[in-house]
C-alpha cells in the first residue's frame, strides 16, 4: 500500500484496505499450544475442539469477507451509497406526510372536542358522541400476535369503563333534575308567600316545604321514560364495565394457581346438577 | 308601623333558639351513644330444628302459660330479600312474640346468605326442594297431615305456588303483602322491571347483589329515604328509644343477601315482565301453577300505601284461586309498616291470630260452602278493606300532605316509605 492510497479519503479505498487487512488478521492460523505432561484426555480434547471452532468461525468470516472484497460487490455498495442522499429524502418525504397527516387528524379531533355542541346536545351527549366517534374506534383496532386476546381484552375494558362513566354521569345529571327544579319552585313559592306576608318565620317549615317538593319532583322523574332510559343505560353500561373487567381478572387469575371464577361455575353447577339428581334418587327411593 | 313582609327578626330569633336547642341535643345525645344501646333484634328463643344447605328452619318456643286454640303449627315463608328478623324487630313491636302469645305453634325459614355456589338455584328448588322439606319435617314432627301456611312479600308469592303445586298438605294460607299480578303500573318496581335486562345482570353478577337491591330500594323515594329519615334521626338522637328502633331497623335494611341468581332471573321473567302467576301459566319444575288448585282458605293481606307491592299486586289473587273460603284485608299502612308500626299491632297480628283460630279444625267440603261466602269475605273483614284501592297519584299526593306524625311513626317504625319486601 503506497502512501498515496494510505492517504486516500475515497471511502471505496478505505473499504478495501479495511477489509484486506481484517481478513489478513482473520486468516492468519492460531499457534497450537503444547500439550502439559499429565493432563487427561478430556482436558486434552477440549482446546483442541475450541480450536476447531475458532478456525471454522475464521474460515466462514474470511470466506465472507474474500466475496465482499469483490470489486464488483464494492462498487455495487458504492453505488448504492450514492443513491443515499435520494432514498433518505424520500423516506422523509413519507415520514413528513405521515406525521403531517397525523397532525392535521389530531388538530381536526381535537377541533371537533372544542366546538360548540349542536342546540340539542349539552356537554356530556356531545363528549359521548365524540368518544364513540372519534376515540372509541382506537379501542377496537384489531390486535396481532400472542398477546392479541389479552391486548383485546384490555381495551375492551378501557373502553367500557370509559362508557360507564358517561352513561353514569348522565345518570346522576338526571337525579339532579329535581334538586334544580326544587330550588326554582321554593324562590316561587317564598315569593308568592313574601307577597301575601305569610312567610313562616320557623326554618323547619321551609325545610318542610323543601323536602316535599322535592319528593314530589321525584316522584314525576321517576316515572318518565327519561329516567329509565338513563338508569338502563346506566346499569347496562356497568354491566358490560364489570364483564369486561372480570375478563381481565380472569386472564391474571390464570397465572396463579387458583381456580377462576369461570372454573368455580362450572364446578358449582356441575354440584347443583349433582345434589339435585340424589335428591330426586333418595325422594324416589323413599317413595317405594 | 308596618309588619316587614319578611320576618327577618323573628326567623333570626328562632334559629337563635334552635341552635341553643341543637346544643343541647347534642350534648344529651352524644350521652345516649356513647352509652349503652340496646339494639339487638330478633331476640324472641328460638331452636333450630332443620337445616338444609344455607337454609334453616327455627322453632319459637312458646309460652308455658299459654293454652292455644289454634293446634296446627304455622309456618312463616319470608322473601328471599332482606331477612326474616323484621317480624322481631323489637320486643313491643314483635309479629313473632303476638303470635307466640296468642298460642301459635310457630316455625319460620330462614333462607341465609346465598352465595356462588347458590348461583344456580331455581323457584322449583325453593319451593319443591327446601319449603317442601320442611313442611314435610313438621308434618312428621307435630304428626299432622296439614300446615298452615303464612307467606311474605315474595315468600306469599312462593306460598301461593306452593300451595298450588302440594294443596294436600297446607290446610289454611296466609298471604302478606304479596305480589301476585305483575301487570300493574301503580309501584315504581313494577315499571322498572319491565325494562330490566336481567340476563345480563345475571351473567354480571351471579347472584342479585343484595346491596345493588337496597340501593335500588333508596332510589324509589331519595328524598325520605337517603335525606329525611337522617334529618328525623338527628332532631330525635336525644330521644334514646327513638335511637335504638332507629338503629334497630338500619341493621334490617342494610342486612341483605343477594338472592339467588336462577331464581331472580325466573321472578323478573315470568313474574314481572311476563305476569304469568296470575294466569296459571307459570311453570315451575315442570308443572303448570294452576291456582285453582288453590282451594284451602286463603286471607290476603295487603297495604294501602305499599309502594313496593300496591294493592294492584296483590288483591287480585283472591279472585282467580280455586278456594271459596277467601277474605281481603287492606291495612292502611306501607309495606314494612303492616309488621312494625305501632297502629298495625293491633290489627295485623290480631286478624290473622283470629282467622286461624275461626279456621281451626273446621272442614268445609267445597261443596258445602255457601257460594256467598266469598262475596261476603270483604264485608267481613270490616272497615279495614278498602274496596277501591288509592291510585297512586293519591298515594303520592297523600305522601306530599306531609304528614308529618304518620312518617316520624314511619320512621320509628319501618324508616319512612322504604319498604323492602
Known sequence: ?288 | MDRPKIPVDLIVKHLAEEAEQAQERAQKASDILLGSLETEIATTPYDVVYEEDRVKLKHYHTPDTVNSEIKTPLLVVYALINRETMLDLQPERSVVKNFLENGINLYMVDWGYPTSKDRFLTIDDHVNGYMDNMVDFIRKREGVDKINLMGICMGGTFSVIYSALHPQKVKNLITTVSPTNFDTTQGLLHIWMKWMNVDKTIETFGNMPGDLMNFGFLLLNPARLMIDKYIGFLENMDNKPFVENFIRMEKWIFDSPDVPGETFRQFIKDCYQDNLLIQSKLMVGGKRVDLKKVTMPLLNIYAQYDHLVPPGAAEKLTSVVGSTDTENVCLETGHIGIYVSSKTQKEFAPKIVQWLKDHEGRFEPEHQISPNRKKSARARAGSAVKKKPLSIKRIEEMSHAGERKLFLDNLQGEQGIRDNP
Open chain 1, 1 to 288: 500500500m503506497d502512501s498515496k492510497e494510505h492517504m486516500s479519503t475515497d471511502p471505496q479505498v478505505m473499504l478495501t484496505e479495511w477489509l484486506r487487512a481484517a481478513n489478513k488478521f482473520w486468516a492468519a492460523p492460531e499457534p497450537e499450544k503444547e500439550r502439559q505432561p499429565g493432563e487427561s484426555d478430556r482436558k486434552k480434547e477440549a482446546p483442541r475442539s475450541v480450536h476447531e471452532t475458532a478456525a471454522s468461525a475464521m474460515k466462514t468470516l474470511t470466506t465472507l469477507f474474500t466475496a465482499m472484497n469483490d470489486p464488483l460487490l464494492i462498487d455495487a455498495t458504492f453505488r448504492g451509497t450514492a443513491i443515499l442522499p435520494e432514498i433518505m429524502e424520500s423516506f422523509m418525504r413519507s415520514g413528513t406526510k405521515a406525521y403531517l397527516s397525523f397532525q392535521r387528524q389530531l388538530s381536526e379531533k381535537v377541533g371537533k372536542m372544542g366546538s360548540a355542541p349542536p342546540d340539542n346536545l349539552d356537554a356530556l351527549q356531545a363528549w359521548t358522541t365524540f368518544y364513540e366517534e372519534e376515540i372509541q374506534r382506537y379501542f377496537h383496532i384489531p390486535q396481532l400476535g400472542l398477546n392479541r386476546f389479552y391486548q383485546e381484552r384490555f381495551n375492551k375494558a378501557i373502553d367500557k369503563y370509559n362508557i360507564f362513566v358517561a352513561s353514569l354521569t348522565d345518570f346522576l345529571q338526571v337525579l339532579q333534575v329535581p334538586f334544580d327544579r326544587t330550588t326554582q319552585d321554593m324562590q316561587e313559592k317564598i315569593e308568592e308567600l313574601k307577597e301575601s306576608g305569610k312567610l313562616p318565620d320557623d326554618a323547619r317549615e321551609y325545610y318542610q316545604m323543601w323536602v316535599k317538593t322535592l319528593e314530589g319532583h321525584f316522584m314525576t322523574l321517576f316515572k318518565s321514560p327519561e329516567y329509565i332510559e338513563a338508569l338502563g343505560n346506566a346499569m347496562g353500561a356497568l354491566e358490560d364495565y364489570l364483564g369486561a373487567r372480570n375478563s381481565i381478572i380472569q386472564d391474571l387469575l390464570q397465572s396463579f394457581p387458583i381456580p377462576t371464577n369461570k372454573e368455580m361455575n362450572d364446578l358449582y353447577k356441575e354440584v347443583y346438577l349433582l345434589k339435585k339428581k340424589v335428591r330426586e334418587l333418595e325422594k324416589a327411593g323413599g317413595k317405594e
